[in-house]
């Protein structure tokens, strides 16, 4: 139930997020969602993308500091009250989310929320038992 | 082996009446012999007879290396031309060399002092000698030659490069003593790997290392590959070569041979002299050098003293290896701060790379140091919260051992830019 996500170091200068992308695409790596994380100083940025293995790969070798992680990909309907629904329902089992974000299908209703947890296979256990419908990785690949 | 009991066991009390007796008389045919030096002391108020005890060096005016430069070739000259037997010089690669003249009489000192080096980490007439230094006016070469020669081993006076040669002339000749810069020492090294060399199956033994800074690290992997104990041994040619400092076979700091060379430690920014074990700016004296006599020189080394004593019975001052150099010293709010205390406390932090680099800016009349440091996969978090928890641990251990606040920033791999395997470390952007 574990999604692979990609994490990358950046500092806050010019350029540098210019410089992830060029290498994704000459090494035709599709984007899913994004996020950055960022301090005064440095920045990471997360990614889902359709190529993690070849992402983390290629990137390394460019020189950057890349790290392969997993977060929990839960498939929700976009409706309003959703996003509260799920926090809630964290709040009241205890669990602690490290950070989240969303993207939104083209071609559904659905909306997908990535979060990360600091106790995983407890969330995962909740979300599950709960209703929700955690997508597998291929799943994820394929959208 | 202590190759001269006498005058390395010498009590504290009359080590210091044998250096006032030599400090007088040094100063005696300085100021009478040499226009220069009269210059320099007339300058400064000081006579010959203001030095009534070695205390008294501390009257007597530094000289740097640029002075030395300008009285290019035989300004430092304090004896008659004719008495100097042999001559050699610094490299001279960043202005005009500085000379060394050596007369009889200081040829017979400087191999005394390399037949204690040599002797401190073991060596004896039985010992093969294989010098790889550089033989020619690098005080180097010739001054292992003479030490070796002192001591009646026998010497391969191959000098540096040709490792292959190296190599075969270190197992047909089974050389037991090496010495060189210790980074050739791990050429070598790594050059006998490729030749399917065995260094365990050698005789090598022992190994002198100098002419550069290295690290304890460097130690032992140079005893590790080469299966010899390494000694760090310490000179320069402003003085006399190598000889001026060596270590002992405890390998725990390096004696200073200091009946010839007397060493003092300043504050490289006020020259006021520093207590044992504070680091600041090596000053050394020649105390019975007839050629060129040498007064405080600022050899602009980073070093600290111990004068508490050693277990192998010499009663010399120790100091540190070098810790670095004035170049490279930062003062940073009145602080002196040198590089190598902050790859020191890198270098401690698990994960951590040394590939680092201080930027210091000065903002409403206060200075910044700020510490980039290279985010290595190790270290490399996900989360925010677990990479600003490494830059408050190294906040915080560079300010136990800098006693200032220096901020810790986290960079890109290789974004500190390298030239020739040497990183530009400084990035001094106050203006003054």
């Known amino acids: ?136 990785d291929e799943e994820v690949r394929k959208i | 082996m202590i190759w001269n009991r006498e005058f390395e066991t010498l009590s504290r009390k009359r080590l210091a009446q044998l250096q006032t007796k030599r400090l007088q008389s040094l100063v005696r045919k300085a100021y009478n012999g040499n226009p220069f030096y009269r210059g320099k002391m007339d300058a400064a108020g000081v006579k010959p007879t203001h030095i009534k005890d070695i205390s008294d060096i501390v009257k007597l005016p530094f000289i740097t290396k ?51 080096t040599l002797a401190s980490g073991g060596t004896t007439a039985k010992d093969r000698v294989q010098n790889a230094y ?35 002339i270190m197992h047909d000749f089974g050389t037991t003593v090496l010495a060189c810069t210790p980074s050739y020492s791990l050429y070598i090294a790594e050059a006998g790997k490729e030749e399917k060399i065995d260094f365990s199956k050698l005789p090598l033994r022992s190994g002198f290392f100098g002419a550069e800074p290295w690290s304890e690290n460097m130690r032992k992997e140079i005893e590790e590959k080469l299966h010899l104990k390494a000694f760090d041994i310490y000179g320069l040619t402003e003085i006399i070569g190598p000889g001026v400092a060596a270590e002992c076979e405890r390998q725990d700091l390096l004696h200073v041979y200091e009946d010839h060379f007397f060493p003092e430690i300043i504050d490289p920014g006020t020259g006021e002299a520093l207590p044992d074990g504070e680091k600041g700016e090596l000053v050394i004296t020649t105390l019975s050098k007839e050629g060129t006599p040498v007064v405080r020189y600022r050899t602009r080394d980073i070093t600290y003293l111990d004068h508490s004593k050693c277990g192998c ?120």
């Not at chain 2, 690098?138 to 190296?166: C, D, E, W």
């Open chain 1, 1 to 136: 139930m574990n999604i692979q996500q990609i994490s990358v170091f950046l500092e806050n200068k010019p350029g540098r997020l210019a410089n992830v992308a060029l290498i994704l695409k000459e090494n035709k790596i599709n984007v899913r969602a994004l996020t950055i994380a960022d301090t005064s100083d440095f920045g990471i940025l997360r990614m889902i993308v359709n190529k993690p293995e070849q992402a983390n790969e290629v990137l390394k070798k460019a020189g950057f500091t890349v790290k392969l992680n997993t977060v929990i990909a839960v498939e929700i309907s976009d409706r309003e009250g959703i996003f509260y629904d799920i926090m809630s329902l964290c709040d009241k089992n205890d669990l602690n989310i490290e950070y989240t974000y969303s993207f939104v299908e083209q071609h559904s209703n659905m909306a997908i929320l990535f979060l990360r947890f600091e106790n995983g296979d407890k969330a995962i256990d909740v979300l599950t038992k709960n209703g929700y419908k955690l997508l597998r």
């Open chain 2, 66 to 116: 640029a002075e030395m430069r300008d009285v290019y070739p035989y300004g430092l000259l304090s004896c008659d031309v004719n008495n100097i037997a042999e001559i050699h010089t610094s490299s001279g690669t960043t202005g005009k060399p500085v000379v060394d003249a050596y007369t009889k009489k200081d040829l017979e000192i400087w191999s005394e002092v390399m037949a204690r």
């Open chain 2, 313 to 432: 019975g010499r009663t010399s001052v120790r100091m540190h290896r070098i810790l670095g150099r004035t170049d490279d010293m930062l003062i940073i709010r009145g602080v002196n701060v040198f590089p190598s205390q902050i790859e020191e406390v890198l270098l401690r932090m698990e994960g951590v790379e040394p590939q680092y680099q201080l930027v210091v800016e000065r903002r409403d009349n206060l200075d910044y140091l700020e510490v980039q440091v290279e985010v290595s996969d190790a270290i490399f978090s996900d989360e925010i919260k677990n990479l600003e928890r490494r830059e408050k641990q190294m906040e915080k251990e560079l300010h136990e051992a800098l006693l200032i606040h220096a901020k810790v920033k986290l960079v890109e791999p290789k974004a500190i830019a390298r030239s020739e395997g040497k990183a530009k470390r400084i990035i001094d952007k106050r203006v003054l």
């Open chain 2, 134 to 168: 550089g033989y020619g006016l690098f005080t180097g070469g010739l001054g292992v030659h003479y030490g070796a020669r002192k001591i009646g081993a026998m010497v391969i006076p191959i000098s540096g490069g040709n490792t292959k040669r190296q190599l075969q």
